[in-house]
Nanobody, 127 residues
Framework: QVQLVESGGGSVQAGGSLTLSCTASGYLVKRNYMAWFRQVPGSEREGVAGIYTGSGTTYYADSVKGRFTISRDNAKPTVYLQMNSLKPDDTAMYYC????????????????????WGQGTQVTVSS
């Protein structure tokens, strides 16, 4: 059974940086898209960045555009989320997800499109 394992979360001051990693323990058959979501208690899970594992085409939510960078290493296979200029509003549990998307991602994606999830890693940004 495939598992996604996140790492790299932690506590940082505003303006700092963190890099999250997500490694698949097995072969993700027919899953062409990897994404990072985040969630705070009482709120919906928000998709913040995604990447096609084949083409490398990326998507970013407006809230993180210009500050976060998603990348992948298909050989490992691992997906990264480099987070710079962190703000207190970035505080959340961050989840990695894998899915099969048969469309061009223009305006984001929903959690319903993903069927593999990691356990989450906490990111806390203090002011």
């Amino acid at each position: 059974q495939v598992q996604l394992v996140e790492s790299g979360g932690g506590s940082v001051q505003a303006g700092g940086s963190l890099t999250l990693s997500c490694t698949a323990s097995g072969y993700l058959v027919k899953r062409n898209y990897m994404a990072w979501f985040r969630q705070v208690p009482g709120s919906e899970r928000e998709g913040v960045a995604g990447i096609y594992t084949g083409s490398g085409t990326t998507y970013y939510a407006d809230s993180v555009k210009g500050r976060f960078t998603i990348s992948r290493d298909n050989a490992k296979p691992t997906v990264y989320l480099q987070m710079n200029s962190l703000k207190p509003d970035d505080t959340a549990m961050y989840y990695c997800a894998a899915g099969l998307l048969r469309r061009e991602v223009v305006d984001g994606f929903s959690r319903d499109e993903f069927d593999y999830w990691g356990q989450g890693t906490q990111v806390t940004v203090s002011s």
